[in-house]
């Protein structure tokens, strides 16, 4: 065993502490979804609008030539201006960045489909692709659903997450707990 097996055993009171502590989150954004939704469109038009910063600094201290210049001056508008119209329009956002989920979703259930399918006759296939059609039909439902879903799906996405990883955490934690007493 590893100094750092050991040291995750005797820390397993932490991870548990953590787990609970996201699942509690989790249940507070369940219950305030349109809230956290625009709490996490604004965070995201944040993040743009450093990012945009960033590659216009970028493009005068670069040494790479007129091209990367000109490469990062284009980036870094679109960027900026992408992040200042979620962080001024966030209602607005919060639709833009719905219906990017629901396309990103509806994308990996296909991907996830393919790569199953691929993987036939391998032991756990079905289940990947039957994860990907799942993925896929609640895009397509999202998707005919869409405006209306926007104002909370980003929080509920969010709690949901919360409370997955949290439930996962507080799984690990007990099971470094069964381990320590066994060892």
Do not use: C
Not at 36 to 61: D, K, N, R
Not at 84 to 91: A, D, E, H, I, K
């Amino acid at each position: 065993m590893t100094t750092t097996d050991r040291d995750f055993q005797k820390n397993w009171g932490w991870f548990l502490a953590l787990g609970i502590a996201m699942m509690i989150g989790g249940g507070v954004v369940l219950f305030l979804p349109l809230f956290f939704s625009v709490v996490i469109e604004q965070m995201v038009g944040f993040a743009f609008a450093a990012g945009g910063i960033i590659m216009l600094v970028q493009m005068f201290t670069t040494k790479d030539g007129w091209d990367a210049r000109l490469t990062y001056l284009i980036l870094g508008l679109f960027t900026l201006l992408a992040g200042v119209m979620l962080l001024f329009r966030p209602l607005e956002g919060v639709l833009a960045l719905t219906l990017v989920l629901i396309i990103s979703m509806f994308a990996s259930g296909l991907l996830r489909i393919l790569v199953g399918y691929m993987a036939r006759p391998d032991e756990g296939s079905g289940w990947v692709i039957f994860g990907g059609i799942i993925s896929v039909l609640v895009s397509g439902y999202l998707f005919f659903n869409y405006p209306e879903v926007s104002a909370v799906l980003l929080g509920v996405m969010a709690a949901i997450s919360l409370i997955g990883e949290g439930a996962g955490y507080v799984r690990f934690a007990y099971g470094l707990k069964t381990h320590d007493a066994a060892t």
